[in-house]
């Protein structure tokens, strides 16, 4: 538990770092809807068979996915019943909401003039209703969404032109792998689930 609250911390430590190098005030942008439960990753954003730069698809597209891990971790603050789902889901809000004011940020300091991306393709992201108790569907839901959000970094350490995008992706690889690793034990110890 204490390496994860220095995971985050550390993450934190690295957009600030990153915020001081290039800061620029934080505007939302607009034409990008917050929603995603239908996910489609046919097309990684920037690669063969997209036109617009994988920057900018990145940053579409992780702001839409972070949005969704949002939407997630207020259904566990007001439906958790554990109280480490409800700490699980506080840091998630607080970490990714923190990473989409500065994916906002780089959106319009970098692609001023460009129109919404496609980034992925999206409907609405809930933990889904059902009989097994709230804190294993939130878990269930949660890890293949981080999962998701994983494979993207991975994309943006590769394809990415940007330095800023590049850390951003290794903090997001290494808070959303302790993650994993954290609700898969959560699985294990309380519901006897091993993935």
């Known amino acids: ?83 480490e789902i409800r700490e699980l889901a506080r840091a998630i809000v607080s970490a990714q909401q923190a990473e989409i004011d500065q994916l906002k940020a780089w959106r319009v300091a970098w ?10 393709a999206m409907g609405t992201m809930a933990v889904a209703d059902g009989d097994t108790p709230f804190d294993q569907r939130f878990i269930e839901a949660m890890i293949p969404h981080h999962q998701d959000a994983i494979a993207m970094a991975r994309a943006a350490q590769q394809q990415s032109e940007r330095p800023e995008i590049q850390a951003l992706a290794l903090a997001i690889i290494s808070a959303q792998e302790a993650e994993i690793v954290q609700m898969r034990q959560w699985l294990a110890g309380w519901y006897g689930i091993e993935q």
């Open 1 to 83: 538990m204490h390496a994860k609250w220095i995971m985050v911390a550390g993450m934190f430590l690295l957009l600030g770092l990153i915020s001081a190098c290039g800061a620029v005030p934080a505007v939302p942008v607009t034409g990008i809807s917050p929603t995603m439960d239908a996910m489609d990753h046919g097309v990684m954003p920037g690669t063969a068979g997209s036109d617009q730069p994988f920057d900018a698809n990145f940053i579409d597209g992780m702001i839409i996915h972070h949005e969704g891990a949002i939407t997630m971790a207020n259904q566990a603050l007001e439906a958790a019943e554990r109280p």
């Open 111 to 120: 692609y001023p003039d460009l129109a919404p991306t496609a980034g992925m």
